[in-house]
């Protein structure tokens, strides 16, 4: 069939998993097959056996989705965020296979390539928008660093021999203070990420809120927070302990210096995500986890 030039997907995979080439080799062949374009990044095109029509771009900058329709990605979960930068930076809405454990972010899993080439090539997938989430560090009142994150903004202690003692502020009120381990900043998609295993709850992702998750805090009163999308959180570190660290997505990390003042708000751009399904998020939830529902008979009709 003739490649038809006016659609291409570009192709992200985590090449350093076996899983991941022959997860590749399937996905392209069968969307050149169908006349699709295949765009992929030089780096890991020397890692996959693609054909000549593969496209390759050298550059791995937002402008590389140019023209694209699909971004497909092949991975865990440090892959999907990988992918995450990339869409959100496009705007190409970003669709994963997950080759890796838990992958929320996943769509599909890897026994399903067929249906997913099928599902492209009909644009038989429908678009959502995952909120994110802005992050401004502040250094004696002049802002030091920015970042953004899909899942969470972690600020967390940089060594294991001291605690962070840090003040959280919720729409410029502080709520409390203590020493901690961290406190987790989360999207609803975050919720089963990170503040999930510190013990947040789990917030189904139409849910627009923001979460406050602390890690191992001494205190009586450090249970997790939930706020309005519009709120602003801040976490103030205190000046005379050891400098911490701030994580965006476990991807991008600063160092927090003594007196950092990290605020989280909504982000002003989304994730688009592609979905090929139209299962609750409760059956997700319920899959992924592998949880026992055995002797569930539903409601009565």
């Known amino acids: 069939m003739m490649q038809n030039s006016a659609r291409t997907v570009f192709l992200l995979a985590h090449t350093g998993r076996p899983a991941a080439i022959r997860s590749a080799e399937l996905v392209v062949k069968g969307l050149l097959r169908s006349g699709i374009g295949v765009r992929v990044l030089s780096a890991e095109a020397q890692d996959l056996p693609l054909p000549d029509e593969v496209e390759l771009v050298k550059e791995a900058t937002p402008q590389c989705l140019d023209g694209c329709e699909l971004l497909i990605v092949l991975g865990g979960d440090g892959t999907l965020l990988r992918g995450a930068e990339f869409a959100r930076a496009s705007g190409v809405p970003m669709l994963g296979v997950n080759l890796g454990r838990v992958g929320f972010l996943a769509e599909a899993e890897r026994d399903d390539l067929d249906k997913v080439v099928d599902r ?31 899942n969470e903004a972690a600020v967390q202690k940089a060594g294991a021999e001291k605690l962070l003692e840090v003040v959280l502020e919720i729409d410029g009120r502080p709520v409390t203070g203590f020493g901690c381990d961290g406190i987790v900043l989360s999207t609803p998609t975050g919720s089963t990420a990170y503040a999930f295993s ?101 409601a009565p009709h």
């Open 198 to 298: 510190a013990g947040g709850p789990v917030v189904w992702p139409e849910v627009e809120a923001l979460l406050m998750v602390p890690i191992s805090a001494h205190a009586l009163f450090a249970k997790p927070l939930v706020t309005s999308p519009d709120s602003v959180l801040a976490v103030e570190v205190l000046p005379h302990i050891p400098p911490g660290v701030l994580w965006c997505d476990g991807r991008r990390t600063v160092e927090l210096p003594p007196g950092a003042r990290v605020e989280v708000r909504r982000g002003a751009v989304p994730v688009r995500l592609a979905r090929l399904h139209h299962a609750s998020f409760t059956d997700r939830l319920v899959a992924k986890f592998a949880l026992p529902v055995a002797g569930w008979r539903g």
């Open 120 to 150: 492209v090539v009909t644009k038989a997938y429908e678009v959502e928008e995952r909120m994110t989430v802005d992050v401004v560090v502040h250094q004696n009142g002049d802002i030091v660093h920015t970042d953004w994150a899909l």
